[in-house]
């Protein structure tokens, strides 16, 4: 096992890997930027490094940086959390290269999953269902006869995107040709590639997204879904598992693809595998995730599974702990993502300092946050401010959780998202599990 382990990010996933190097006895580095000089979670490194100014190019995001703070801090690994460098191959083969084992899959397996068109050729190459469409499109013609085969509406999708950045609807051909442009558009500035694929539009869908992890001897299990129909703007605000509408059936069918997938890729690690799952219960895959999730804590309360510590140990080249016949799904788990949002103002950040926090608790209930009264949120990064998960026997019981701890948790002096919560938590739709992922953006239409 590794002696010492340098965490790349900062926040509540931080906190998180801090967690689990404590419960492994590993020695930990964290690194921080000039706006996270006060984080609160520093305090349970071993070391702390400053690596720059606030903004993420200069801080989290730079390779370099992080590297030299790995090098004089004399770490064996690194753990990139989510977001940041967490999927970037170029930097796992840089660490490779500097012999610090990167705590996640290996390179080639990233690049290959992480783009949506190569992860599509490779599903429909090992007979994973895939959505009807196209591999990339480079003429405007070519993406008309394709769209026009399949049938309005479309998607158009990046292909080096993700969580829905390029991606664009189109109804018609002219919507077509306008859609292409400005994916293709949003796609080179964000990622540097603006390459393109269709796919037909799954109308009603609900994302449904199987949670895998592997070891290096070869072994890989899923544990079962994660239901994240509850998005705004692509944006997921409240995640479940096991979702209310996947049989136990469905769930090995799913799991046995994803497992199948990540294999074929030569994957280890922690992964997750997405897909849409139609009203008539056929499911395609969408795009696979390389990385910790925010929402793997739920799938940790069902199965009893600590999947940050399991990440670490496969890194160090131990076996899993578990197989999958011995991975037992108990009781529903539910997170709110509470995010510091103006909702009178378009849910744009509202960062600024925490005046009086109070945090949510009792029985059933898991807070991983690393905020507290007089924290300032700093307006440079993401704007959630802490994961709120319950887990109870029934659906309805950890509805009920999920309601009380939502009414005790205070957070004064910025904008959050706990009244939306409390609000959907409320609305029979939900309560009934008869959502899809248009259940946010409809609701607020209709009020
Ligand atoms: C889709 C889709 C319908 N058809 N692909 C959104 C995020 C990204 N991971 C994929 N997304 C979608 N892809 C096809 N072919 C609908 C969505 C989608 C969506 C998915 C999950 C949750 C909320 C959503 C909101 C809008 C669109």
């Given at each position: 096992m590794f002696q010492r382990i340098l965490i790349a990010n900062r926040g509540e996933i931080a906190l998180r890997v801090l967690r689990a190097c404590q419960d492994l006895g590993i020695g930990t580095v964290c690194v921080y930027s000039e706006a996270d000089r006060?984080?609160?979670?520093?305090?349970?490194?071993d070391e702390s490094i400053c690596i720059g100014p606030p903004p993420a190019a200069k801080s989290y995001l730079d390779i370099s940086r992080i590297i030299s703070a790995a090098e004089v801090s004399d770490v064996e690994a690194i753990h990139p959390g989510?977001?940041?460098?967490?999927?970037n191959s170029h930097f796992a083969e840089v660490c490779a290269s500097c012999n610090i084992e990167f705590i996640g899959p290996p390179p080639e397996a990233m690049r290959m999953l992480g783009n949506k068109a190569r992860c599509r050729e490779l599903a429909k190459k090992v007979g994973v269902p895939t959505v009807s469409g196209s591999d990339t499109v480079d003429s405007e013609e070519k993406a008309i006869a394709v769209a026009r085969e399949v049938g309005y509406p479309v998607m158009i999708k990046a292909a080096?995107?993700?969580?829905?950045?390029g991606m664009r609807q189109a109804h018609n051909d002219v919507s077509l040709v306008s859609g292409l442009l400005a994916a293709a558009a949003e796609a080179g500035a964000a990622f540097g590639d603006s390459s393109v694929f269709i796919e037909k539009y799954v109308e009603k869908a609900r994302h449904i997204e199987i949670q895998v992890i592997g070891d290096k001897h070869g072994n890989m299990i899923h544990l079962g879904e994660r239901d994240c129909?509850?998005?705004r703007r692509h944006q997921k605000l409240i995640e479940e598992?096991?979702?209310?509408?996947?049989t136990p059936e469905l769930r090995a069918r799913m799991g046995a693809d994803a497992v199948k997938l990540a294999k074929a890729a030569g994957y280890w690690s922690a992964g997750t595998v997405e897909f849409l799952l139609d009203p008539g219960g056929k499911y395609y895959l969408i795009e696979m995730n390389t990385r910790i999730q925010v929402e793997h804590g739920v799938t940790e309360l069902v199965t009893g599974v600590d999947l940050v510590r399991e990440q670490i140990r496969v890194a160090a080249g131990e076996k899993l702990s578990v197989k999958q016949e011995d991975v037992r799904w108990n009781g529903v788990a539910i997170e709110c993502r509470i995010n510091a949002e103006d909702p009178a103002h378009g849910f744009r950040p509202s960062p600024g300092k925490i005046t009086h926090f109070f945090p949510p608790g009792g029985p059933w209930v898991r807070w991983d946050s690393h905020v507290y009264t007089g924290y300032e949120i700093p307006?440079?990064?993401?704007?959630?401010?802490g994961k709120l998960m319950v887990h109870r026997p029934t659906r309805g019981e950890a509805i009920a959780a999920m309601r009380r701890a939502l009414e005790e948790i205070v957070i004064e002096g910025v904008k959050t998202s706990v009244p939306l919560h409390i609000e959907i938590f409320g609305h029979t739709h939900f309560i009934r599990g008869n959502?899809?992922?248009?259940f946010v953006e409809g609701y607020f239409a209709k009020k």
């Open positions: 006060n984080a609160s979670y520093l305090r349970y490194a989510y977001g940041f460098l967490s999927e080096a995107g993700g969580g829905g950045r129909s509850i998005q598992s096991p979702s209310p509408v996947v307006s440079n990064y993401d704007s959630m401010v959502v899809d992922t248009t």
